[in-house]
């Protein structure tokens, strides 16, 4: 499955993609603001993500910029069903450091729930850590309701 939203292209991961996603998810900024990533994340681990196929009732894309020479991959983004016996879903997505701050992520979120809404998914949830205030606006932006739930998640870039 491909989307196309007015200034990103957001398409399925390919093996090739493995060097991009390691360099932009390689930083501890980013990793340590991710529930699932390894620390240190490494090429293998790249690698691996790269390989893996996506479960059914999941969607996984890569970001990329068609109108940016030689249409870079600037972050990930997906749907992944979440809950006992996979009965919710949860949105999670990452931009690489420098192409933070241009509203990359806000559009990728609104492309990703305008699918998921078509192909009948119909409650989608997501969370951020509390120091990280640019994606609980992202969220807010694209409809999300704030719940006030504070609870623990393991972060390996955090320490466990």
Not at 2 to 22: G, K
Not at 104 to 119: F, H, K, N, Q, S
Not at 122 to 137: K, Y
């Amino acid at each position: 499955m491909f989307i196309r939203t007015p200034n990103l292209f957001l398409r399925p991961v390919f093996a090739e993609d493995w060097r991009a996603i390691y360099c932009g998810i390689a930083d501890p900024r980013i990793v340590a603001m991710l529930a699932s990533a390894p620390w240190p994340y490494r090429p293998e681990d790249a690698e691996a993500f790269c390989r893996r196929s996506v479960p059914k009732g999941a969607m996984r894309f890569v970001i990329t910029l068609p109108a940016v020479e030689n249409c870079p991959l600037v972050g990930m983004i997906g749907v992944d069903r979440a809950g006992e016996h996979g009965a919710s879903h949860e949105l999670g997505y990452w931009v690489a450091g420098q192409w933070q701050g241009r509203g990359i992520a806000t559009e990728a979120v609104a492309g990703v729930l305008e699918i998921a809404r078509t192909i009948g998914i119909g409650r989608v949830e997501a969370g951020h850590f509390v120091d990280n205030s640019a994606s609980g606006r992202v969220l807010r932006r694209a409809g999300f309701i704030e719940t006030g739930e504070i609870r623990p998640t393991p972060c390996a870039g955090r320490g466990g």
